[in-house]
């Protein structure tokens, strides 16, 4: 039997506590504002703005996959890109992680978390869009 990566194991869970919340959270009743429901919906949408990003994403990148023409070193933009998009996931990560800290006595730290999270991503993905608008 074939060996699984570690990291593939992992984005299989992820997936499945992905959808299993937001199945869940679509089960908790609005008017429930108990810490589980919250931080299911909380996550359901982070969820869905995540997705958002990551296709804004990819669409830059596949335009961004082009050989280096008389104007623009795609290459070198697409190389760049990337590693920038890699440091601003570790960014929002740990400055949503800070926030955290600031709430973690409180019983919607986590949904505050998730808040940040959603925040911060739907900033990035208006900025990618922003890209796109500027690319040739």
Not at 81 to 102: G, L, T
Not at 104 to 110: E, F
Request: hydrophobic share 35%.
């Amino acid at each position: 039997m074939p060996k699984i990566p570690r990291f593939r194991r992992l984005l299989v869970v992820a997936g499945l506590l992905a959808s299993s919340c937001v199945v869940h959270a679509q089960d908790c009743p609005k008017d429930d504002m108990s810490p589980m429901c919250e931080d299911m919906r909380a996550q359901a949408v982070y969820d869905r703005v995540d997705n958002e990003l990551n296709a804004a994403y990819q669409q830059l990148l596949k335009r961004m996959s082009q050989p280096q023409s008389e104007y623009l070193d795609y290459p070198t933009l697409k190389a760049k890109f990337i590693e920038a998009q890699r440091q601003w996931v570790r960014f929002r990560n740990k400055e949503c992680d800070a926030w955290y800290v600031v709430n973690q006595a409180g019983t919607g730290r986590n949904a505050d978390q998730m808040t940040c999270m959603v925040k911060r991503t739907k900033d990035r993905t208006k900025q990618l869009k922003e890209w796109a608008s500027y690319l040739p």
